[in-house]
């Protein structure tokens, strides 16, 4: 599975981006579909995430700002963020779980993508 990230940039505080992941290769299997972030000096961190049934998941820290959706059609998810504050600020990584046996889920990452947030 490869996934291609896409969206991240530089916004001011209040403002919006809206990030792209587009997934490849043997999909076959994905459940879930998410993003993460990681900060300078701090561990990854779930941001949101979606199944491919629709149902989403939020860190606190976003719900009500941040939106996760998927089209499923085209092996895609988004995350539209408003109301930015400056500690979103952070590498964003897609992920994508696929069921490889079943027992067995392998967790794929794109590429980061900046989001930056100033004040």
């Known amino acids: 599975v490869q996934l291609q990230a896409s969206g991240g940039g530089s916004v001011q505080a209040g403002g919006s981006l809206r990030l792209s992941c587009a997934a490849s290769?043997?999909?076959?299997?994905?459940?879930?579909m998410g993003w993460y972030r990681q900060a300078p000096g701090k561990q990854r961190e779930l941001v949101a995430s979606?199944?491919?049934?629709?149902?989403?998941n939020y860190a606190d820290s976003v719900k009500g700002r941040f939106t996760i959706s998927r089209d499923n059609a085209k092996n895609t998810v988004y995350l539209e963020m408003n109301s930015l504050k400056p500690e979103d600020t952070a590498l964003y990584y897609c992920?994508?779980?696929?069921?490889?046996?079943?027992?067995?889920?392998?967790?794929?990452w794109g590429q980061g993508t900046q989001v930056t947030v100033s004040s």
């Open positions: 290769g043997s999909i076959f299997g994905i459940t879930v």
């Open positions: 992920n994508a779980k696929r069921r490889t046996t079943i027992v067995t889920i392998k967790d794929y």
């Open positions: 979606i199944t491919s049934g629709g149902i989403s």
